[in-house]
């Protein structure tokens, strides 16, 4: 038997999860005027090397990269970011005169990472991207439309890590004392974080083997080196988080690890105790140079990305069930003559919005209501030949034991009226049918 590769999975029973959040992920975008946004899963190599870093581990240890038949050197994407930033100076996006620019994307990103809880090789992400406007407020705009969305979905546990790496000076004064922090011990940290000291030592502060590790743990932080004007700014971050009543913790150890920030950077996380230690859903922050980098315009970003996998195992874990899809009426037919009729009154539900099944497999009455409960249908009519002859059919509430009589061309409308009996119809969207 073929199986499926390591780190990869199928959705078969969560899809309404997925479904759940696809939907509410939508109607959020929409309330903030994200525009989606959707580029390829594989990009140029050199895309990620100089968007990513060279020395993160994602770029390092993380791709799959391939040459194709054309010796092009492939990566299949490990984020979302370097591709949407590729394609808004691809596209010139900048010259959208609506701005800022302001887009969203989901999908599927790649990363050879050890398969653990909440950790796959294929994995989704929710993301955004705003480009334009260096402003902390909408720092605090794209931290509004994360935690909005979680609300969307009732993920309610979540904690909001804040932080801010500042710009060029104030990294630039960080770098130096962090390297002269580590200098004379740097030999007790692992071989990876000696080669980090050199080339980029913010990197050890999200080393996976030396996290706990005493240097690593005393080692100064990027807060205590922002310049005034980097510190003006996560301020005032802050105080438009305060204005839209979004909680918050300042958390001086958050670095991310990705190259291009700058600025605030921002997690979001769920009690360990709902995923484990893999437990930030969301990443993200600023990121001012990399549109400059990968070769546009100057332009400010911000931006964050959910782990959908993440979400969907700390909704289980809270108790979260998606909106279950209802099964308005289940058709039994007997008899040929029955099952053309059923089959022109699906038809009719289902054009006016309302979802029907019947049974294909020639199921006796029996095996017929056996399928209306496992597909929890709200209502049963039975089509046989006495229906047929007098044109009159029994709607029965599964629910209530009731049954009302109807006339065979009736039956929709009447079950509409059943349907929005009191109060409007709870379970069904049958006005925006594909009537
Ligand atoms: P990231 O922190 O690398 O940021 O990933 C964002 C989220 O993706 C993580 O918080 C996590 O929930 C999920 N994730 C990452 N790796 C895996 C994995 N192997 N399996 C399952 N879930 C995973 C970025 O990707 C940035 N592009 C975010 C961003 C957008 N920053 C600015 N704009």
Do not use: W
């Not at 808004?88 to 887009?103: D, G, M, R, S």
């Not at 510190?231 to 958050?254: G, S, W, Y």
Request: net charge neutral.
């Amino acid at each position: 038997m073929i199986t499926k590769m390591k780190g990869t999975y199928d959705v078969t029973d969560d899809i309404g999860y997925l479904q759940e959040i696809e939907k509410k992920m939508l109607t959020v975008s929409k309330l903030f005027r994200y525009e989606e946004i959707r580029t390829p899963h594989f990009e140029a190599t050199e895309l990620f090397h100089r968007g990513v870093g060279e020395t993160t581990d994602i770029i390092n240890k993380e791709t799959y990269t391939f040459e194709d038949r054309g010796n092009r050197q492939n990566t299949l994407r490990p984020e979302g970011t370097a591709g949407v930033v590729r394609a808004y100076i691809e596209n010139k996006l900048y010259a959208n005169p609506v701005t800022p620019q302001k887009y969203f994307y989901y999908g599927s990103m790649f990363r050879y990472e050890r398969p653990q809880k909440g950790r796959f090789r294929e994995f989704r992400q929710f993301g955004a991207e705003a480009f334009g406007s260096a402003s902390p407020e909408i720092d605090a705009e794209v931290i509004a439309y994360a935690v909005t969305f979680l609300k969307a979905i009732k993920l309610k546990d979540v904690t909001v890590h804040l932080n801010s790496l500042g710009g060029k000076a104030s990294k630039t004064a960080y770098h130096q004392a962090l390297k002269a922090h580590l200098k004379d011990d740097i030999t007790a940290l692992c071989g990876d974080c000696q080669t980090r000291y050199k080339d980029n030592p913010l990197r050890i502060l999200d080393c996976k083997v030396d996290a706990d590790h005493p240097l690593v743990k005393g080692a100064p932080k990027p807060l205590d080196y922002l310049v005034e004007e980097d510190r003006t700014h996560f301020e005032r971050v802050q105080a438009a988080l305060k204005a839209m009543q979004i909680p918050f913790v300042v958390d001086d150890n958050l670095v991310r690890g990705l190259d291009y920030y700058t600025h605030t950077v921002f997690e979001i996380k769920v009690p360990e105790a709902l995923l484990g230690r893999q437990n930030a859903i969301c990443g993200g922050g600023r990121y001012n140079n990399l549109v400059e980098t990968l070769g546009g315009p100057q332009t400010p970003a911000t931006g964050f990305a959910f782990g959908i996998e993440r979400i969907i195992v700390a909704m289980k874990a809270a108790g979260i069930t998606p909106e279950a899809s209802n099964l308005h009426v289940y058709f039994i037919a007997l008899g040929d003559q029955a099952k053309l009729a059923t089959l022109a009154l699906m038809q009719r539900f289902r054009i006016g919005g309302l979802t029907a099944n019947t049974d294909y497999l020639d199921k006796n009455i029996k095996g017929q209501f056996k399928q209306s409960d496992h597909q929890k249908a709200r209502f049963v009519i039975v089509i046989g030949d006495a229906e047929i002859a007098k044109r009159e059919i029994e709607i029965k509430d599964q629910r209530t034991g009731d049954t009302v009589n109807t006339s065979l061309e009736g039956a929709y409308e009447t079950v509409v009226k059943l349907l929005t009996k009191g109060d409007a119809c709870e379970d069904c969207d049958y006005q925006k049918g594909a009537r």
